[in-house]
């Protein structure tokens, strides 16, 4: 093959060098705009799994990087004067400028061309000349913006500011510095990579930027290569304690907002990009580096399996696409964590620093906890401190309260709509599904949406509580659910709207019944979604019998004995759908800006929160945005809680979308809780009410992470607990947890250990054991001598 390469980096030598050690008659060209030397930078950081499969591909380039790594396990972070470790991470990193130092070398060695200090030849000129061409030019790649029409990218520019330096302070671990500054947070992103330097990445919002003064040089014309010297000074002077009388180092050093690369397609007929040009990652959770040498490994391992091109530049695609767009929701999920930093400058200082090192959802508590027992240990010793009882235990069984509610544990049965009541009855299939799941641990069952009235149900099975003989049935479950375990159960009441009039779930989701329709009314006369009923404008008054009927079924749910009152104003039912500007066009006092959107729902919540006794909570479940453009924001999501906590709800149940079949929800493990997240640390802390997490949350790992990190109060599961409907209690089990906060059924108590699996009779090798040393964690440190050799 003839196969031309647009950019020198790591990225397109080290493909340039697979290709010709895995065919010497391959003819490759480099092309690189830069001298060799032109190294921007400073250290590049690799995981064991990335070495592995460099190991495997080039042994020659794998030992001569082995030979210049700095390694360690720790990671350091300093808050607010607090200084915390956590081992048994692994990191191997060396200086930029070394890695493509060996990178040339190799790729000389194998015989392939490179020009420096020269562009590449037009992409139409190349894919003409060449059977291959690769695009690993960069941020900025021009090939990519030639074919954008094809390639179909979307840069995402984001609103920290950072700004790439080096030190000669030589750290020991990966290292956090957060800094309470007079004009807000800033951060340090350090980690050493010779025995001479570390670098030293500063970031901060950009608002704080510009009250501290950086953008004092926001319009100079900086040229090429330059730093600049005025940020490099005053970060000197504002990090003078961490940096311990050592010098800044710059190379090319500019402020920067960090853009995050995506593609639909990453190849077009013999074109393909690589690298950065194809995708980049936040780089608070690894190395833009690392993943264009594995983007290098796959295309090459693919080129060499596949007999053509296309067929070829397909299976990377399919390859290697899924895995870098996880690793990117982990890197936004990062980046946006550290966006919002200073929304946790209150958190003590140890849930700070959980927080901060599981911010990307992708490390949790239980991952910590097998790198780093003793860390683990004293995160939640420092979380059963903060609560009332102080004993410790795992997060998810320390009990809660909601408003006049105490909880024995922080678990929540979600609504979920089972469409199984007959006349909105409830039956024998709720006692059995709700009993079943208050026997199985949770501290709190709620009810699927119990609709106010016959016209608002979502189909004919909903459940309802519009009547006494309603009434008379829910009574029955909330007494098996008291009398038989020590779980508290909710009635979440709502009303459908324009949602309403469907069929049965399994019969077609959203659709409209074939026969038995009744009328739908919503705030504006727009469907949910394409073949979806068309509802009829809301009058007055039919927003005042709606009020009428929310306030008779709160009366019927306290009769009936519920702990607890939900209005579901989430989801795109009614209450939902008049928050929203999507579903929401009136032009009167319940539309237009979002406090008259909120007029209507704060109604129906101040005349239920009068008729419901002051023992019981009233709380609310939200859509915190509309996943589409021009719907409820994030922050409209924090003004709608806001708006609802002033006016009495105990919680804040914060869930997402489903308000128009448009939606794009960036789904993902626990994708919900960042809403949750923000929600409670602008809203909920300084107004006393708690905040519950729903969305995606399934392991007892994520619920105990989610917990001591502070991102809720309480979390919300739904298909966990139809897996498996003693989800809570088996959670307990498996963490070797016995107490209060998962107390067994008593005819249950003899099946709350775990059932013994295949046994074994081998004996252990006891002697080799001693030899290997009693097992901990690692804690390795980068203490290099003067050789520039790990001490």
Not at 444 to 454: A, F, G, H, N
Not at 584 to 593: A, I, L, M, S
Not at 633 to 660: C, L, M, N, P, Y
Request: net charge negative; aromatic share 8%.
């Amino acid at each position: 093959m003839r196969i031309a390469i647009a950019g020198g980096g790591p990225g397109g030598l080290y493909f340039a060098a697979l290709m010709k050690g895995l065919d010497p008659g391959h003819d490759v060209t480099v092309w690189e705009r830069n001298a060799p030397d032109d190294t921007f930078g400073f250290g590049v950081v690799f995981s064991d799994e990335t070495l592995g499969a460099i190991e495997g591909a080039d042994p020659v380039i794998h030992d001569r990087m082995e030979r210049g790594f700095a390694r360690w396990t720790d990671i350091d972070v300093e808050v607010n004067g607090h200084a915390f470790t956590v081992g048994g991470q692994g990191f191997a990193a060396m200086g930029r400028k070394e890695l493509l130092a060996i990178l040339r070398e190799r790729a000389a060695e194998l015989g392939v061309t490179v020009h420096y200090r020269t562009p590449a030849p037009g992409p139409g000129e190349l894919r003409a000349s060449y059977d291959l061409v690769v695009a690993a030019d960069g941020l900025n790649s021009t090939i990519r913006t030639k074919y954008a029409d094809v390639f179909g990218p979307d840069l995402d520019r984001r609103a920290n500011k950072y700004i790439w330096l080096g030190t000669d302070l030589v750290f020991e671990a990966f290292q956090f510095f957060v800094k309470q500054t007079p004009w807000g947070t800033m951060q340090i992103h350090g980690y050493p990579y010779s025995d001479q330097g570390s670098t030293f990445i500063v970031e901060l919002h950009e608002d704080v930027w510009r009250r501290a003064g950086f953008d004092a040089t926001e319009h100079d014309d900086l040229p090429p290569g330059a730093s600049d010297e005025y940020a490099v000074r005053r970060i000197g002077e504002i990090f003078a304690d961490e940096l311990r009388g050592h010098r800044v180092l710059t190379n090319n050093s500019k402020w920067l907002n960090f853009h995050t690369v995506r593609n639909e397609r990453w190849y077009d007929g013999n074109v393909v990009l690589l690298g950065d040009a194809a995708h980049t990652a936040h780089f608070s959770i690894g190395s833009g580096t690392k993943l264009a040498m594995e983007d290098a490994l796959a295309l090459a391992a693919c080129l060499h399996e596949h007999p053509g091109v296309d067929t070829a530049l397909a299976a990377y695609q399919a390859e290697r696409k899924p895995v870098v767009e996880s690793t990117q929701r982990a890197a936004q999920a990062s980046l946006e964590w550290f966006e919002n930093i200073g929304m946790y400058a209150g958190q003590d200082p140890a849930q700070f620093v959980f927080n901060l090192l599981t911010r990307s959802r992708r490390i949790t508590f239980g991952n910590l906890r097998e790198r780093d027992p003793e860390f683990a240990a004293r995160m939640e010793a420092e979380f059963a401190r903060l609560q009332p009882a102080g004993t410790v235990a795992p997060a998810m069984f320390q009990p809660v309260r909601i408003g006049p509610l105490e909880l024995k544990n922080r678990v929540v049965i979600s609504p979920m709509d089972m469409y199984s009541a007959e006349d909105g009855r409830p039956n024998e299939f709720h006692l059995v599904h709700l009993g079943a799941k208050a026997l199985g641990g949770a501290g709190l069952v709620m009810t699927e949406m119990t609709c106010v009235s016959p016209e608002g149900r979502i189909s004919p099975g909903c459940t309802g509580i519009w009547t006494d003989e309603q009434r008379d049935a829910w009574r029955r479950v909330t007494d098996f659910v008291h009398t038989r375990s020590t779980a508290k159960i909710g009635l979440q009441l709502g009303h459908s709207g324009r949602k309403g009039s469907t069929k049965l779930m399994w019969e077609g989701m959203d659709e409209p019944l074939d026969d038995g329709n009744w009328e739908v009314v919503g705030p504006s006369p727009l469907p949910y979604g394409d073949g979806c009923h068309l509802p009829r404008e809301a009058t007055r008054a039919d927003l005042d019998q709606v009020v009428a009927d929310f306030v008779a079924a709160a009366e019927r749910g306290v009769a009936a004995g519920f702990d607890l009152i939900e209005l579901h104003a989430a989801h795109g039912y009614l209450l939902s759908s008049f928050l929203s500007p999507v579903a929401n066009r009136r032009t009167d006092e319940y539309g237009g800006p979002l406090p008259n959107r909120l007029r209507f729902p704060l109604e129906v919540f101040d005349a239920v929160r009068r008729v419901v006794p002051g023992t019981l909570p009233v709380t609310v479940r939200i859509s915190a945005t509309d996943w589409v453009p021009g719907g409820t924001t994030d922050e409209d999501g924090v003004e709608i809680a806001r708006a609802f906590a002033a006016h009495g709800a105990a919680a804040i149940d914060v869930s997402t979308g489903q308000v128009t079949k448009d939606e794009k929800p960036a789904f993902g493990r626990s994708y919900q809780t960042p809403f949750a997240d923000r929600i409670r640390h602008q809203v909920a802390v300084p107004a006393g009410v708690a905040v519950i997490a729903v969305g995606a949350i399934s392991s007892y790992d994520d619920v105990n992470s989610i917990l001591l990190a502070g991102r809720a109060d309480l979390c919300a599961l739904g298909r966990a607990h139809l897996y498996d409907p003693q989800w809570t209690l088996h959670a307990a089990a498996e963490q070797e947890y016995r107490g209060p906060g998962a107390d067994w059924p008593d005819p249950w108590a003899a099946g709350r250990r775990r059932p013994p699996t295949a046994r074994t009779d081998k004996v252990p090798p006891r002697l080799s054991l001693l030899r290997d040393g009693a097992a901990g964690t690692v804690h390795l440190r980068w203490t290099p001598n003067r050789r520039g050799q790990a001490e």
